[in-house]
């Protein structure tokens, strides 16, 4: 099995930053892409960021400019830096990465949400 554990979520005030961390651990043989998701109240999940093995990297147009995904392989960890935040960057932000099992299995996997609230 493979679990995430998300951390960074919080309060803060339009134009504030943050900094998300999810890290994977388990049966891991490898990552291939791991990304952030979000969700408002009585809305879909949506995209922010995702960012493949080799780097490429895919933002959602609302955030370009003002977050920044990464990732450091050798800890098996996503980071999302949110700066500027605006008040509707408010919602429950989600880990997500694909990954390669140590049995060959293909997993798709979810962290268990870490709430960021933008207000003043």
């Known amino acids: 099995q493979v679990q995430l554990v998300e951390s960074g979520g919080g309060l803060v005030q339009p134009g504030g930053s943050l900094r998300l961390s999810c890290a994977a651990s388990?049966?891991?043989?490898?990552?291939?892409?791991m990304g952030w998701y979000r969700q408002e109240p009585g809305k879909q999940r949506e995209l922010v960021a995702r960012i493949t093995s080799g780097g490429s990297t895919k933002y959602a147009d609302s955030v370009k400019g003002r977050f920044t995904i990464s990732r450091d392989n050798a800890k098996n960890t996503v980071y999302l830096q949110m700066d500027s935040l605006k008040p509707e960057g408010t919602a429950v932000y989600y880990c997500?990465?694909?990954?390669?099992?140590?049995?060959?299995?293909?997993?798709?996997?979810w962290g268990q949400g870490t709430l960021v609230t933008v207000s003043s």
């Open positions: 388990g049966s891991i043989f490898r990552i291939t892409a």
């Open positions: 997500n990465v694909d990954v390669i099992t140590t049995l060959t299995r293909d997993l798709n996997v």
